[in-house]
């Protein structure tokens, strides 16, 4: 099943925050977070493993909640360069993995 | 190694034609998945590789694809009698180790008309 994200869309000025919610139905192993901008390759972001985590790197970190099988992303101080579509992709322990819809976020200067 | 190569990237074909994709992953990256991406969706899973052993085979996959890695290296996806709904963008993505996250190639467009 195709894990759910939310919102669908985000409009943020440069230096706003923003969340992206990625929840899904079956027990999760990981979550995979990436980033594509118009006509180029997702680019893998960072991974969280089972066992509830959180991490991150510059200003976007994220959090795994195992038990109500949700992930979500957080951009702090946005950047124009951070404008792309975020998907989520989640992991059951087969390693089967299924991409979210996608939020598409735009930072405008 | 530059990455995961995919070639074409760019395919129009008509539509009942056969069209072979191909994907070089990173070269030490045992794991490599097909997805299909359609505008504004996230990708589709359609099968995977651990080395040349296809471990997985996505419903979406009808008998017309076919997908094979011979000796674990470079990988073709193959859509027979290509139908109009199978105009998308096939992406090919390689993993080192589980969990450690894909690298994608940058795709192949595939047009029917």
């Not at chain 1, 180029?40 to 109500?68: R, T, Y």
């Not at chain 2, 105009?87 to 690298?103: F, R």
Request: aromatic share 10%; with cysteine; proline share 4%.
């Amino acid at each position: 099943q195709q894990p759910v994200q939310s919102p669908q869309a985000v409009i943020l000025r440069e230096g706003e925050d923003a969340v992206i919610n990625c929840s899904s139905s079956k027990a999760l192993y990981s979550v995979h977070w990436y980033r594509q901008k118009h006509g180029e390759a997702p680019v893998f972001l960072m991974i969280l493993l089972k066992g509830g985590e959180q991490k991150g790197h510059d200003k976007i970190s994220a959090s795994f909640n195992e038990k109500k099988q949700q992930s979500s992303l957080y951009l702090t101080a946005s950047q124009l360069s951070y404008s792309g579509t975020y998907f989520c992709g989640t992991a059951d322990n087969n390693n089967d993995m299924r991409f979210g819809a996608g939020t598409r976020l735009t930072v405008k200067p | 190694d530059t990455g995961v190569s995919q070639n074409p990237r760019h395919k129009i074909t008509k539509r009942g034609q056969n069209v072979t994709f191909r994907c070089d992953p990173i070269s030490e990256h045992n794991r490599l998945y097909w997805y299909r991406q359609t505008l504004g969706q996230g990708p589709e899973f359609l099968t995977y590789f651990q080395n040349e052993a296809q471990l997985e085979k996505s419903r979406l996959l009808s008998d017309r694809f076919s997908a094979e890695r011979p000796k674990g290296s470079f990988s073709t996806l193959e859509i027979q009698r290509t139908e109009q709904g199978d105009s998308a963008m096939y992406l090919c993505a390689s993993e080192v180790g589980v969990g450690l996250g894909y690298t994608f190639g940058s795709g192949t467009r595939l047009t029917v008309v």
